[in-house]
């Protein structure tokens, strides 16, 4: 049962993805650069590599210009003090759900001295300056309120002002190959410690309890701290009407602990589909309300009797079991298995003698109407507006007088009864 839930959730992804391949590419990527000079490189690269989140930390040279960077060139004497000399930097690529640009940028300011300019300790030359070099708009925001911040603790410390340089990078120049790692393969290798031994003031995330996500059905939305527009876009289209009875949850990348996680999380929105704290299913990226709701079906429902009805525009066994219990249900609503929105009302059903729940008509705007021409007749096909599941038919002048009989399927709805 287990793998065949898996299965039906995999084939209907696919056949909705497949045929949008754009589709797969709906989420944002959360690989940042930033380009970082705090002096002699070697050092800074490998204590960039060693933090959790970085992907690569390469040395280079940056923000020069009239000659052709090499560190035979930035090193000559003439360029000792030339405002157009080049940085050493080190171009940091990291994943920034597992180690965020504020927090990168906290090792950067406390693993140097900012206050220094055009120096680093007994390093003199504008080849050492205090340089960030970003790659987008916010990485250039959270360094100016970070380095703002910063000053104050320094300040309070007895230190001057920060002399690091904020702007957009133009162009990163790879160092030569004998700089890269240099500290690995030459391990008693030339780089001192400059820090100042100053420290952002910490602050501490409450942890977040996954105690209910490992309870039952949940689905679990992987969000963004920063802002994503495919969140948003999924939000928007699918969640923001969602009234189901398998809650959404959500969640950043690093907020997952105690549960078991197949699907990578470096990608927002990751909707995983969660069983007992367990991942069934999980998906990459923004999500179509249809490819939803069929995931949703598959998740829910399984191979029952509900899933062939909802999505194979089958039909319930006339009598079945659902509608025996539903045909007397006192004051109430009928809602869409699925999306949880309200179909029906109990005060427009009838018996028809069929069968089948019956009603003289729909919620208003809840159901949308499709042209049926299957086994041989023309219908008129009755489908959710929310999940788009099937629900059934409705024939014109079949109900009491004279009224539409709209003939439901019992299996694709639930029952709310009126407080």
């Not at 703002?148 to 002002?161: H, K, R």
């Not at 969640?251 to 969660?274: H, V």
Request: glycine share 8%.
């Amino acid at each position: 049962m287990f793998r065949l839930i898996i299965l039906l959730i995999g084939v209907f992804i696919w056949t909705v993805q497949a045929a949008d391949n754009d589709n797969n590419l709906d989420a944002s990527s959360h690989l940042k650069t930033l380009v970082l000079g705090s002096g002699c490189f070697w050092g800074a690269e490998k204590r960039y590599e060693a933090l959790e989140g970085v992907i690569d930390a390469e040395s280079g040279y940056a923000d020069g210009r009239g000659f052709v960077a090499s560190y035979r060139e930035i090193t000559k004497p003439s360029r000792r003090m030339d405002p157009n000399n080049y940085a050493e930097v080190v171009k940091v690529v990291y994943n920034s759900q597992k180690l965020s640009t504020a927090e990168l940028l906290k090792v950067y300011f406390e693993s140097h001295d900012p206050t220094q300019k055009d120096r680093q300790g007994n390093d003199i030359g504008t080849q050492y300056r205090s340089i960030i070099l970003t790659t987008e708009d916010t990485q250039y925001q959270e360094a100016n309120r970070l380095k703002a911040l910063f000053q104050t603790q320094l300040s309070n410390a007895g230190f001057g002002e920060i002399n690091t340089v904020i702007k957009p990078l133009k162009r990163f120049h790879v160092a030569e190959d004998y700089h890269q790692n240099y500290l690995v393969k030459n391990p008693n290798g030339y780089c001192p410690d400059h820090s100042t031994g100053v420290r952002f003031a910490e602050v501490v995330e409450p942890r977040v309890d996954n105690s209910t996500l490992k309870l039952g059905k949940h689905i679990v939305v992987i969000d963004s701290r920063s802002f994503c527009p495919y969140c948003e876009k999924f939000k928007k289209a699918v969640v923001n009407d969602y009234q189901g009875d398998i809650k959404i949850s959500y969640r950043y990348a690093d907020q997952l602990d105690g549960l078991s996680i197949k699907t990578a999380t470096w990608a927002t929105p990751t909707i995983l589909f969660m069983d007992n704290g367990k991942e069934v299913y999980g998906v990459q990226g923004f999500m179509t309300r249809e490819a939803f709701y069929q995931a949703l079906g598959a998740f829910k429902l399984g191979s029952s009797e509900a899933f062939r009805v909802a999505f194979s525009k089958g039909t319930d066994r006339p009598f079945c079991q659902q509608y025996e219990l539903f045909k007397q249900t006192k004051a109430g609503t009928f809602i869409d298995k699925l999306s949880g929105a309200a179909l029906f009302k109990t005060q427009d059903r009838f018996n028809s003698g069929t069968g089948w729940l019956s009603f003289t008509k729909p919620v208003e705007d809840s159901v949308t109407y499709h042209r049926d021409l299957s086994h041989g007749m023309e219908r008129t096909e009755i489908r959710s507006k929310s999940s788009g599941i099937h629900l059934g038919h409705v024939f014109k002048n079949e109900g009491p007088r004279k009224a539409d009989r709209y003939c439901i399927n019992a299996t694709v709805l639930e029952f709310i009864a009126d407080e």
